[in-house]
C-alpha cells in the first residue's frame, strides 16, 4: 500500500486547525488499503486454499464495484470541471493517479496470490484451471463438443466495418477482440465476440464426462474455448488472433427530488439507463496489439491512465464458482449456528412470549437468523397480531421475510412495509417483491428522493389480555438470510414500551408527513443521529477535562464524518481513551501527537464480515451501550434514515463485552493496525497471533445458554454475496 504522508512534522501538529487536511486520510485511497487486507488473506497460508481463492474473487468484486462507483464519481466531478479538494486536500484528477497507481500494484499483488501461490497448491488436491493447449485428445473432444452443443447457439460475433458500428459493450461483460484475414483481399478486419454471460465462466472439463464420477475438478476458462472454435464462427477467414478485454462503466445515478413524482418508474428508468454509463476502466490482455488496443480506446472513449493490462484471467470475481466447491478439505470448519435458550426450549408456547419475558441479543452468524424469520412468520398467522411495520433496505432474490409479510397481508393482518428501492445494485429484486407485495395488499412505501431508508426496524402490534403490546426487533444488518449468514451482526428483540413507541413514530414519519425530530430513546438520522453521537464523544471530553476516567469504543465500517472525526480529535486532547474498529474506510489519522495520540484503530478482516455498528461510551461504571444501522460517514447522518438504540440490560451489555469489545481489542488478536502514515500493519508478528472470530465461535459453542440449530445448514458464502464493501 503506497505511504500517505503527514504534510506537518509532529512537532506543530498541535497547532494545526482540526479542518487541516494534513488530519485527514484520503477516503479512496482508505478504500482501497482495505481492499488489500482482503487481498492479505487470500495470501495468507492460515486459511484454507478454497477459502483464499474465495478472497480472491471478493477482491476482484470489490475492484469493480469501486471503479464501478467511487471512480466514476471523480471522473463525473472532472466532466462538470469542480475543483474542489477532498477533506485530505486532493484534486479529483490526483485522486484518480493515486488511485492507478495503488490498483496497478494491488492486480500484481492479486496475480502472484492466484498464480503463483493458490492455483499451485490447489492441483496436487485435484483441482486446476487448465489452459487450452494444456488439455489432452479426451479433454478437447469433450470441450469441443460441449462448444458445438451449448455454447455455440448463443455467440453472435459482430464485426466492425463502415455497414457495421461498433457494439455496445455492457457493463463488466468478457468479450474477445478478434483480429481476422481475408484470404481473398488480405484485408485485416476486427469483431467482436462476447463470452456469454449465462454459462458457467469456467467449463467443468471433468463434469463433461456422464460416465463416470470424477475425482477431479478441472476447468477451462469459456473465453479459451471460444477462442479455440473461432474457425467455426468465422469460417473460410484466417484468425490472426484473440485477445480478451473487459470494460467497466459508471453505474451510479442520482434521483433528483424534482424528478420524483413516481420513484419506482423512476428507478426503473435509471436502472434501463444505468448500462449506458460512461466506460470508466478497460481492462486487456497485455499482449493486444497496439492498433486493436487503440481502436477499444477510441470507441469507448476512455483515456490511456484508465486502461488496465494483465498477463493473467480477466473478471476474477467469477472465481467464486470454483471457491465454493464442495471440499470440506479445503475450506473453513462448517459453523452450526446456535438459538438462545429462551427460543429454543419454547414448549409450545409463542416466539413473543419469550421475548416478553426478557430482551434478547442475536450475534448472526454465531447466532442462527432463523428466530428472526420465525418471529415474522409467527406474526403472519397468530390471530392476535394486528398489524406488523417494518423496513426492508435488502430483500435479496429469495426474500423470506418479504414472503412473511405477503402471508400476512393475505391473512388480513394491517401490513406497512417501508421498501428501498435505491439499495444499491439491489433496485430490481426490491422492485419486484414491492410489486408482489402490492398486489397481496401490502402498504408499500419508499424512501424520498433524497434519502435511503436504511434503518432495520420490525414492529408487531399484538392484542393481549391485559393490553396491546409491541414487540420490536431492531437490527445492525439487513433482513437477508443469505448475507445473515455472511455478516456479523447484531438483532434485538425487545417489547420495551418507549422503544415500541419510538418504533410506531419512526413508521409514521416514513409513511406518511410526520416530522418526528425527537424520540424518548434512538437517535434517528438524517435528524439527531449526527447529534447524539457527537454529543455523547463531548460528553467523554467533558468528563476527562474534569479529571474522571472517560473512554470510547467504537466499532464500525467506516469513519469518514469530518465533523465526527474533529470531535474525537478534541476528546484525544483532552484525554479521552479511544479504541475505533473500523473494518473498511477510515479518514481520520490516529497517533498524531497533541491531537489524536490516545486514539487507536484497528480493522479486522476474517472468514466472516465484521459489520455490526457497536458504540460504547464512557468509563466502566457508567458506560452507555448502543448498536446502530449506521456508519459514521456523511451519507448515513445526513442522506439516510438510520437508527441508533441503547442496549441496556447489563445481561446484554455483557454478551456485548464478551463476544465484540474484549476480542476485538485483545493484543493477541489478528488485527491490522492504523499508523499514523495511512498504512496498516499486521499485527501480532510473533506467530501467537489469535483470530477474533474463532474465539467468538469457541465462546458461543461454549455458552450455556446458547443450543445449536437442529437441521442447521452449514455457513457458507452466497454468490450474490461477494460484495464484502457493504
Known amino acids: 500500500m503506497t505511504k500517505i504522508s503527514v504534510e506537518k512534522s509532529s512537532e506543530d501538529a498541535t497547532d494545526l486547525p ?114 487450452w493447449d494444456g488439455l489432452d485428445g479426451d479433454m478437447r473432444e469433450r470441450a469441443n463438443r460441449y462448444f458445438r452443443t451449448t455454447v455455440f447457439p448463443i455467440l453472435t460475433p459482430l464485426a466492425v466495418d463502415p455497414g457495421h458500428p461498433f457494439p455496445f ?48 475438478a478441472r476447468f477451462l476458462p469459456l473465453e479459451q474455448l471460444i477462442e479455440a472454435n473461432l474457425s467455426q464462427l468465422f469460417p473460410e477467414l484466417t484468425i490472426l488472433g484473440a485477445y480478451p478485454f473487459r470494460v467497466t462503466r459508471d453505474m451510479d445515478f442520482e434521483i433528483l427530488a424534482e424528478e420524483a413524482v413516481d420513484l419506482m418508474s423512476i428507478i426503473d428508468r435509471e436502472l434501463r439507463k444505468r448500462r449506458f454509463g460512461a466506460c470508466v476502466r478497460l481492462e486487456v490482455d497485455r499482449d493486444i496489439p497496439s ?69 434478547i441479543l442475536l450475534h448472526h452468524p454465531y447466532d442462527s437468523f432463523m428466530p428472526v424469520l420465525d418471529f415474522l412468520n409467527h406474526a403472519a398467522s397468530d390471530p392476535q397480531v394486528l398489524a406488523i411495520k417494518m423496513t426492508l433496505y435488502r430483500g435479496g432474490s429469495n426474500a423470506d421475510a418479504a414472503r412473511a409479510l405477503i402471508r400476512a397481508a393475505e391473512n388480513g393482518k394491517q401490513v406497512a412495509v417501508s421498501i428501498e428501492l435505491k439499495a444499491r445494485f439491489d433496485e430490481e429484486n426490491n422492485i419486484t417483491w414491492a410489486r408482489s407485495m402490492e398486489r397481496a395488499g401490502v402498504h408499500v412505501f419508499y424512501g424520498g428522493a433524497g434519502t435511503k431508508t436504511h434503518c432495520k426496524v420490525a ?12 414487540y420490536v426487533h431492531l437490527s445492525t444488518g439487513n ?26 413514530e419512526l413508521f409514521n414519519s416514513l409513511s406518511g408527513f410526520s416530522k418526528q425530530t425527537r424520540y424518548r430513546k434512538l437517535a434517528v438520522a438524517p435528524t439527531g443521529l449526527a447529534d447524539a453521537i457527537v454529543g455523547y464523544i463531548e460528553d467523554e471530553a467533558t468528563a476527562a477535562r474534569a479529571g474522571r476516567p472517560a473512554r470510547i469504543f467504537a466499532k464500525m465500517n467506516s469513519l469518514v464524518d469530518g465533523r465526527t472525526i474533529n470531535a474525537l480529535y478534541r476528546a484525544s486532547m483532552a484525554g479521552v481513551e479511544i479504541d475505533l474498529v473500523v473494518r473498511g474506510i477510515c479518514c481520520l489519522r490516529p497517533g498524531m501527537p497533541g491531537i489524536s495520540d490516545n486514539i487507536r484503530v484497528r480493522s479486522i478482516v476474517g472468514r466472516f ?24 460517514m456523511p ?84 454468490p450474490s454475496a461477494v460484495r464484502i464493501s457493504n
Not at 488496465?308 to 475450506?331: F, K, N, Q, V
Not at 455490526?612 to 448498536?627: C, D, I, L, M
Not at 476480542?663 to 501480532?684: E, K, Q
Request: proline share 7%; aromatic share 6%; hydrophobic share 40%.
Open 18 to 131: 482540526l479542518e487541516d487536511p494534513a488530519l485527514h486520510l484520503n477516503r479512496e485511497t482508505s478504500w482501497l488499503a482495505f481492499n488489500s487486507r482482503v487481498m492479505g488473506e487470500a495470501m495468507s497460508s492460515k486459511n484454507p486454499l478454497l477459502e483464499r481463492l474465495k478472497f480472491v474473487a471478493i477482491h476482484a468484486a470489490n475492484l469493480d464495484e469501486f471503479f464501478m462507483i467511487r471512480v466514476s464519481g471523480l471522473h463525473e466531478q472532472l466532466e462538470a470541471a469542480v475543483v474542489e479538494p477532498s477533506p485530505d486536500g486532493l484534486t479529483p484528477i490526483e485522486q484518480l493517479t493515486r488511485i492507478r497507481s495503488v490498483v496497478l500494484e494491488q492486480l500484481s499483488v492479486a496475480r502472484e496470490a492466484l498464480c503463483d501461490l493458490i492455483l499451485p497448491a490447489l492441483k496436487p488436491q485435484g483441482i486446476e484451471i487448465l489452459d
Open 169 to 216: 459493450l455492457s457493463n463488466l461483460s468478457l468479450s474477445l477482440a478478434v483480429e481476422i484475414r481475408d484470404p481473398d483481399s488480405q484485408e485485416r478486419k476486427f469483431a467482436r465476440v462476447k463470452v456469454p454471460e449465462g454459462l458457467p465462466r469456467f467449463v467443468p472439463l471433468d463434469a463433461l464426462d456422464k460416465r463416470s464420477t470424477p475425482s477431479t
Open 291 to 359: 492498433h486493436i488496443r487503440r481502436l477499444l480506446r477510441e470507441k469507448l472513449e476512455i483515456d490511456e491512465e484508465d486502461i488496465y493490462e494483465t498477463s493473467g484471467l480477466l473478471g476474477l470475481s467469477a472465481l467464486m464458482s470454483i471457491a465454493l466447491l464442495e471440499r470440506p478439505d479445503l475450506r473453513d470448519p462448517p459453523l452450526i449456528p446456535r438459538i438462545p435458550a429462551p427460543l429454543a426450549e419454547l414448549d409450545g408456547s409463542s416466539i413473543f412470549s419469550a421475548i416478553r419475558n426478557e430482551e
Open 459 to 470: 414492529l408487531v402490534v399484538r392484542r393481549e389480555a391485559d393490553a396491546i403490546r409491541r
Open 479 to 504: 433482513y437477508n438470510a443469505s448475507t445473515a449468514r455472511l455478516y456479523t451482526d447484531l438483532g434485538f428483540f425487545t417489547t420495551d414500551p418507549d422503544l415500541g413507541e419510538d418504533a410506531s
Open 609 to 632: 464480515l465484521e459489520h455490526p455498528r457497536v458504540f460504547v461510551f464512557g468509563s466502566e461504571e457508567r458506560e452507555k451501550f448502543f448498536a446502530s444501522s449506521a456508519d459514521w
Open 635 to 718: 451519507r448515513n447522518f445526513y442522506e439516510r434514515v438510520e437508527v441508533m438504540f441503547p442496549i441496556e440490560s447489563e445481561r446484554l451489555r455483557e454478551q456485548i463485552r464478551r463476544e465484540i469489545v474484549e476480542p476485538s481489542l485483545r493484543p493477541d488478536v489478528r488485527a491490522h493496525i492504523l499508523g499514523t502514515d495511512g498504512t496498516y500493519r499486521l499485527t501480532p508478528t510473533n506467530g501467537s497471533a489469535v483470530d477474533a472470530q474463532t474465539l467468538v465461535i469457541e465462546q458461543v459453542a461454549t455458552d450455556p445458554t446458547r443450543r445449536p440449530l437442529v437441521h442447521a445448514r452449514p455457513t457458507t458464502i452466497p
